[in-house]
């Protein structure tokens, strides 16, 4: 029960914190932001946010440290939308795994295309 109870605030403070985000920081960040997941510890104490941010390097640098320092506001504002006896300790964590599976297409369009090309010379020979 505790672990559907967990997964239940977890999805909470995503949506939540999400909204807050688009509605308060989102125009003031370099690139944009989405909550991929967040990680809730058993006593739902502490709350870790996996963020993805699309964009340039340095712009996706400067967004999440801009997110980092406004880990307190944000904190508060979600302890007024839910209501838990704690309201959650946020660490963020930039989560690449889109940027993985981008990557991991680009190579196989990559691969692919090399395919079509050695196919295209053999056949042409």
């Known amino acids: 029960m505790t672990f559907k109870?967990?997964?239940r605030v977890a999805e909470l403070i995503k949506v939540n914190l999400s909204n807050i985000i688009q509605r308060d920081i989102a125009?003031?960040?370099?690139?944009m932001a989405t909550i991929m997941h967040v990680e809730l510890s058993k006593d739902l104490k502490y709350a870790k946010v996996k963020i993805s941010f699309y964009g340039e390097e340095a712009a996706r640098k400067k967004s999440f440290n801009m997110l980092k320092r406004k880990i307190r506001i944000l904190r508060k504002q979600l302890g007024k939308v839910i209501s838990l006896r704690?309201?959650?300790v946020l660490t963020?964590?930039?989560?690449?795994?889109l940027d993985n599976a981008f990557r991991?297409?680009?190579l196989l369009?990559?691969?692919k295309e090399n395919e079509e090309s050695n196919e295209g010379q053999i056949t042409g020979t």
């Open 5 to 7: 109870r967990n997964q």
């Open 27 to 31: 125009g003031s960040l370099p690139c």
């Open 86 to 88: 704690l309201n959650p």
């Open 92 to 97: 963020f964590e930039e989560d690449l795994s």
């Open 104 to 106: 991991v297409n680009e």
């Open 109 to 111: 369009t990559q691969i």
